[in-house]
């Protein structure tokens, strides 16, 4: 099976890391938060990746084609125009790197990669969010729903801190850990190739018309994830997933 990720938004509300790189180029750790979900897919054996380009494509690119530099250690022969790799770390993918429009919406960026889907039943998600998700679990649900697409929900986390009250004095400050009680798009989306004939043009955005569509005809199904899910929309957002990152405690890495 495939994974198709949007990779190519212009990432505008953590400006402090896009002004120089895709938003899907932003560090966690040592590497882009993009290798971090291709991890997370290997992981249950998905190895085939179809990357949706847009605002500064090239660097994702250039990423890829030098990928054995930033994952392996080498040694540079300057005087004979040679390079020794001493350790190869690179991975088991193969990705395909499409260039999907600076300005399209993520509709139209999906409608662009069809036919490197080639007809098949396959996974779709945001170049910028992680979660724990088990994808083994997550593909066989929809299987056994039998729906066109499906939808990972999820709870929104906390964003602000609550204050505790004790009339008029404030008794304890804490931080929101989890959102409220509705549920909602989370990506990690499985999709079956009927999915492509909702989507109209480039100016199509997947989470209205499409997913709208499909939950009318009854053929949106929602799997339910209340575990570990959170997007990378601001600085804030990044510095949380570096600091569960550099102290081993990153929820995501299913992989050893």
Request: charged share 25%.
């Amino acid at each position: 099976m495939k994974a198709v990720i949007l990779a190519g938004g212009l990432g505008t509300r953590i400006s402090e890391e896009t002004i120089i790189k895709p938003k899907p180029m932003v560090e966690i750790g040592s590497q882009p938060i993009l290798w971090h979900i291709m991890k997370m897919y290997s992981h249950y054996g998905i190895n085939d990746f179809i990357i949706c380009l847009g605002y500064k494509g090239y660097l994702i690119k250039e990423y890829f084609s030098n990928y054995f530099l930033h994952t392996s250690d080498v040694t540079f022969d300057i005087r004979n125009n040679e390079m020794k790799v001493h350790r190869n770390a690179s991975e088991a993918w193969n990705v395909t790197l499409i260039d999907t429009g600076e300005h399209s919406m993520t509709g139209g960026r999906l409608k662009r990669v069809e036919k490197y889907v080639e007809g098949e039943t396959f996974c779709f998600t945001y170049g910028d969010g992680l979660s724990d998700v088990n994808i083994a679990e997550l593909i066989a649900f929809h299987q056994k729903n039998n729906r066109k697409a499906t939808v990972t929900t999820v709870r929104p986390p906390g964003r602000f801190g609550v204050i505790e009250l004790e009339n008029d004095r404030v008794s304890g400050f804490r931080e929101k850990h989890e959102g409220d009680s509705t549920w909602i798009n989370g990506g990690f989306f499985v999709l079956g190739p009927e999915v492509f004939k909702y989507i109209d043009n480039d100016a199509c955005i997947w989470e209205n018309g499409p997913i709208e569509s499909l939950a009318a005809e009854k053929q949106l199904s929602a799997y339910l994830h209340d575990g570990f899910w959170q997007p990378m929309d601001t600085l804030r957002d990044k510095m949380k997933l570096e600091e569960l990152w550099t102290t081993d405690k990153a929820p995501w890495k299913v992989w050893s």
